[in-house]
């Protein structure tokens, strides 16, 4: 199976601190395994899971889709904007 990353997962990825870096690791690795695990969204976000986590006291969302070859991380962050720069 691949993991691809999309240009605004990437952005926020390389920014995160090396704590953050490894809860979010695990958050992929938890969501590789069992891509279910994510709620999948309705209307204009079909086909898009959010992978909901704690990363140092403060809950992270991992937005991403997936086939049983791959798993497509869209973005990564805090609720606040989370959905609307997910659209971006």
Known sequence: MK???KPAFKKVYKKLHKN???KVGDAIRAIAKDPLL???KHGDL???F????????QQYL???QWSEE???LLF???HENFYKKLNH
């Not at 959010?50 to 006291?57: A, E, G, P, S």
């Open 3 to 5: 993991i691809k990353q």
């Open 20 to 22: 953050q870096l490894k």
């Open 38 to 40: 994510g709620q999948e």
């Open 46 to 48: 079909t086909s898009i």
């Open 50 to 57: 959010v992978y909901k986590f704690d990363c140092i006291n």
């Open 62 to 64: 991992l937005a991403y």
């Open 70 to 72: 791959y798993r497509i």
């Open 76 to 78: 990564v962050g805090v």
